[in-house]
């Protein structure tokens, strides 16, 4: 008991409002100057990567994961060095790639802060070889609402691109359509989320006559692939979907 007065009591002395007022004007001043040359560094780190970003990526919905993925490999510059530094820029640039993103132009952003990004443990050894294109498409009924529905779904031990075009026809406003993907990341393993979002198919846009299309990026996938929809404003209706799959030996 007599252990935890004391704690008790050097608590209420380092916390006593008097002195903690004191204690952070000494250290605003200080605070501030590190505060802007941190800002001044976040914005030369967000302006070099997106001109890279602007002059390859022409959707905007597609900049900001590049940008994200930017701001996360310039972290890894300034807090590894060496061999430790090209393995964590490898890892990351292998998770941004699994969510569709594009492996020359992370390699690209990841050199603009001396990280360098082993493609070899990313990308199989013979990825040029195309072995096998599958498609999966058709049409899907959706009959409720807030009920998941499975596009596409398989597993195999070769790895894979996937990437796939979900064509839905607004019916109201909101319209409100989930996509999750979900892979495995062992043969055994549980299926594990790998990209979730909602869109209000109301306000997508698209050609005049034409249904808006959802697009999911290409991913390098390895054990198995899962995509489901979910309608969460309005139902029943069909939607098409087209998924290609190609096989790598």
């Known amino acids: 008991m007599a252990a935890a007065a004391k704690r008790l009591r050097k608590w209420l002395k380092k916390t006593e409002p008097e002195a903690v007022a004191r204690a952070y004007s000494l250290s605003r001043p200080v605070q501030a100057e590190l ?25 905007p919905f597609m900049k900001m994961p590049y940008l994200s993925a930017a701001e996360r490999l310039y972290r890894i510059s300034r807090d590894y060095e060496g061999l ?27 050199r603009l802060f001396s990280l360098e990004v082993v493609i070899e443990e990313i990308m199989p050894t013979v990825a040029v070889a195309k072995f096998q294109v599958i498609p999966h498409e058709g049409e899907l009924a959706i009959d409720e609402t807030d009920t998941p529905y499975v596009l596409v779904e398989f597993t195999s031990d070769k790895v894979q691109e996937v990437e796939g075009r979900v064509e839905v026809e607004p019916l109201g406003s909101p319209d409100r359509i989930r996509i999750v993907e979900y892979e495995k990341l062992s043969p055994d393993g549980p299926w594990t989320v790998l990209n979730a979002g909602e869109e209000d198919v ?8 034409k249904p808006p299309v959802i697009r999911l990026p290409k991913k390098l996938e390895k054990y198995g692939y899962r995509a489901e929809i979910t309608a969460l404003d309005l139902a029943p209706r069909t939607v098409r979907f087209n998924f290609q799959r190609l096989v790598l030996e």
């Open 202 to 209: 109301s306000l997508l846009p698209h050609e005049p006559g």
């Open 35 to 59: 505060g802007g040359l941190e800002q001044m560094r976040h914005q030369e780190v967000f302006m070099r990567a997106k001109a890279l970003v602007d002059e390859n990526i022409t959707n």
């Open 84 to 110: 430790a530094a090209t393995k964590m820029a490898t890892a990351e640039a292998a998770m941004w790639i699994r969510r569709g993103l594009d492996v020359v132009l992370l390699t690209a952003i990841a």
